[in-house]
């Protein structure tokens, strides 16, 4: 009888654990994406600041400042780099990257790229298999007057 309890226990520790290693690959670290955009380096061409809205996402928000992005994107909060023409984020929650994009400016209004889910984006691309899913995103500057 006093073994049962004990494998109770065994079976709870077993069960943290478990969800632990779980939790820890539900995502990248918020390092690793943010030496991803270090690497993005060409002065800024275009300004990202304002409302945008994306077809696959929801709603989103950005402040430029320099060639840096913060903001929200759908339901994630955003860091990025505006590099070139060439916009890259990181979508985030806690201190995990969930998210990467890799987006290129079609006019000052409007980005057509691609995302990627728990990778960065460039070594999907780079190595495609079964390291993540690339899907296609689009942004679209949202107008005064649609805001109002």
């Known amino acids: 009888m006093e073994s049962r309890p004990f494998l109770h226990r065994c079976y709870g520790i077993v069960w943290v654990v478990l969800l632990g290693f779980f939790f820890a690959s539900c995502g990248i670290p918020m390092t690793r994406g943010q030496h991803?955009?270090?690497?993005?380096?060409?002065?800024?061409?275009?300004?990202?600041s304002g409302a945008w809205n994306s077809p696959e996402w929801g709603a989103a928000e950005f402040k430029q400042e320099g060639r840096s992005v913060t903001g929200v994107l759908g339901d994630y909060h955003v860091n990025g780099v505006v590099s070139?023409?060439?916009?890259?984020?990181?979508?985030?929650?806690?201190?995990?990257v969930h998210y990467t994009a890799?987006?290129?400016?079609?006019n000052k209004d409007s980005f057509n790229g691609l995302y990627s889910k728990y990778t960065?984006?460039?070594?999907?691309i780079?190595?495609?298999g079964d390291r993540g899913v690339?899907?296609?995103?689009?942004?679209?500057?949202?107008s005064a007057s649609q805001s109002q």
């Open 102 to 106: 890799d987006l290129k400016a079609a």
């Open 126 to 128: 780079k190595e495609p």
């Open 84 to 96: 070139g023409s060439s916009l890259y984020l990181v979508m985030y929650s806690g201190d995990s």
């Open 134 to 142: 690339i899907r296609p995103i689009t942004l679209t500057r949202v």
């Open 36 to 48: 991803w955009l270090d690497t993005k380096t060409a002065e800024p061409e275009i300004n990202v």
């Open 120 to 124: 960065i984006i460039d070594e999907v």
